[in-house]
């Protein structure tokens, strides 16, 4: 089955990720913010299956009976962080790239974003974090 996500760029990113274990970059997968339609989903498809669904309990503060039985059954672990939702908002996005190309007149947006971590197996500890995402020029 091909990817048929909400978002049009998330099968692209998988897909990827799923590429950096094939090469043995990285040991595992995993994913962020979705709820069970989205990774009931992600696992008909994925050739790889994520292994944790970080949830962000900034925005819900109970985690949904459904998606605790259903990553359960499937063997996915559930954890929590309090990562922003927008993690660039527009003027910080406009500084940074202003600064970096040294032009404040054009103004830009992404079209799509999204954020990676890794974690020191078996310790739990955050080793690098960071974010990839699609500029686009809006003026």
């Known amino acids: 089955m091909s990817p048929v996500f909400w978002c ?18 990285t ?16 696992l008909s498809w994925a050739t790889i299956k994520p292994m944790t ?3 962000n309990l900034a925005h819900c503060c109970i985690i949904p009976q459904d998606l605790k039985d259903f990553s359960k059954n499937h063997n ?8 922003e939702r927008d993690i660039l908002p527009p ?6 790239v202003g600064g970096v190309c040294g032009n404040h ?14 974690i ?9 974090k960071g974010y990839l995402l699609e500029l686009q020029k809006t003026q």
């Open 76 to 83: 996915v672990t559930l954890n929590t962080h309090n990562d």
């Open 8 to 25: 049009p760029y998330y099968g692209c990113i998988i897909k990827s990720v799923e590429q950096l274990v094939h090469d043995g970059v």
């Open 53 to 55: 669904d970080q949830l």
């Open 105 to 118: 007149d054009n103004q830009w947006g992404y079209s799509w974003a999204t954020r990676y971590t890794s």
């Open 27 to 42: 040991e595992t997968v995993g994913v962020a913010d979705l709820m069970r339609p989205q990774l009931e989903e992600l």
């Open 91 to 96: 003027p910080q996005l406009q500084a940074l």
């Open 120 to 128: 020191i197996h078996m310790r739990g500890i955050i080793a690098h």
